[in-house]
């Protein structure tokens, strides 16, 4: 089965997308998937990563999803920044089952991952959110997050403060809250309950210093072990929680703190997944800071893929091509 970005876009909701991350995470702690795995390769100006994973859902299934990552796109060639494919397979006799377009899975997977970790390691009571990158990724986490959270101010940051305009106006009306553009991000930081960082950025931006007790951090952009967002003192003086502790350590913001010998393996507090099972606390208090390191896993790809799939079957949809044939 063929898919389409429009196909998929138009099977799968964000808070069906939500529920299918927070199920995934679950069933990796529990033991219930087959471990994710990235390869990631450098080109000029980009670069490609591939992602795999499996999961024990309503049956075995199995994908890898071919990324490219390459920022200046829309500029040059009026094309997506982030392009690729999806397989997904059958886990149990290794049938491929479908191909699809992974822009659209990729996009609300990821702000998915940023919603469940905010359900479970933001204060209650966040009301305040600083959005640094409003690109396609800045839009998600914040429509997310409003799933699990009551959010009523956010301050919108991008280093193309019209984009960061065109975001809040575009945020405010769609989501009926208060989104304004700022030009200084520290300020912002230090006023918000949840951060929020979706960008291509390869330098620390973000410090210890510029975060309020008891904040929440979504760690988002750094995914291939050039990329970095967070100041590694940041990492050291927080909670840190990841999605993949051995994709964290080696391509996202924990990798610097790590190499820095800033902190351990052995001082992350948890994988998301560990804190879903219950099998480790979340917030202990209303004032230490937590980071969610999301460098986004297969496991939260296949969970997407699957309700795709299934409903796509369900109504007859897709272009149906036998490789084999």
Known sequence: MLLSRSDVAALLSLDECIDAVEQAFKAHAEGRS?????????????????????????????????????????????????????????AENGSPLAVLDSIEITILRTGAATAVAAKYLAREDAKTVAICGCGNQGRVSLRALTRVRHIEQVYAFDTDHEQAARYAEELSNELQLAVTAVRDLPEAAGKSDVIITCTPSKQPFLRQSEVAPGAFIAAVGADNETKQELDPHLLATSKVVVDSLEQCAAIGDLKLALQ??????????????????????????????????????????????????????????GFHLDFAG
């Open 260 to 317: 820095l010998g800033l902190m351990t393996r052995a001082e992350v507090h948890a994988e998301l997944g560990e804190v879903i099972a219950g099998r480790k606390p979340g917030r202990a208090s209303r004032d230490e800071v937590i980071v969610f390191d999301s460098t986004g896993t297969a496991l939260q790809d296949v969970a997407a893929a699957a309700i795709v799939y299934e409903r796509a079957v369900r109504n007859g949809q």
């Open 34 to 90: 087959m471990a994710p795995g990235v390869l990631g390769v450098h080109a000029k100006d980009g670069g490609f990563h591939i992602k795999a994973a499996g999961l024990e859902l309503s049956r075995p299934y199995f994908a890898a999803k071919v990324n490219g990552n390459f920022f200046h796109n829309r500029e040059r060639f009026g094309l997506p920044n982030i392009q690729g494919l999806i397989v997904l397979c059958d």
